[in-house]
């Protein structure tokens, strides 16, 4: 009797064993699959940020490209307008001066 009790204990110790096997196996194959994923959305994130830098970087560089020669035309022509008008004043009055000292 004690060694049918024994036996009998033995095989469900190792199904319980077989058991726990089993699940332990579907778990570390669910954390693997897990980690596979987490990893590869990880990698298009990555990607994703490497373009958008490159991008604003592009974006950025075509912008100053572009507006700065525009920035400096403008500039170059503000001043020769203020300098046009300083001249026309200057000589205005020049004028009234001369005006002022033939009169």
Do not use: V
């Not at 778990?27 to 373009?51: G, M, V």
């Not at 991008?55 to 950025?60: C, K, L, R």
């Amino acid at each position: 009797m004690k060694l049918y009790l024994r036996k009998k204990l033995d095989e469900e110790i190792k199904l319980i064993r077989e058991d726990f096997k089993k699940e332990l196996n579907k778990l570390n194959a669910k954390y693997e699959n897990q980690t596979n994923i987490f990893r590869d959305r990880w990698h298009l994130i990555a990607q994703q940020i490497k373009t958008q830098n490159e991008m604003i970087n592009n974006i950025s560089a075509t912008t100053l490209s572009c507006i700065m020669p525009m920035g400096i035309d403008l500039l170059r022509t503000t001043s020769e307008a203020f300098q046009s008008l300083r001249n026309k004043e200057q000589n205005e009055e020049t004028k009234n001066k001369l005006n002022d000292s033939a009169e």
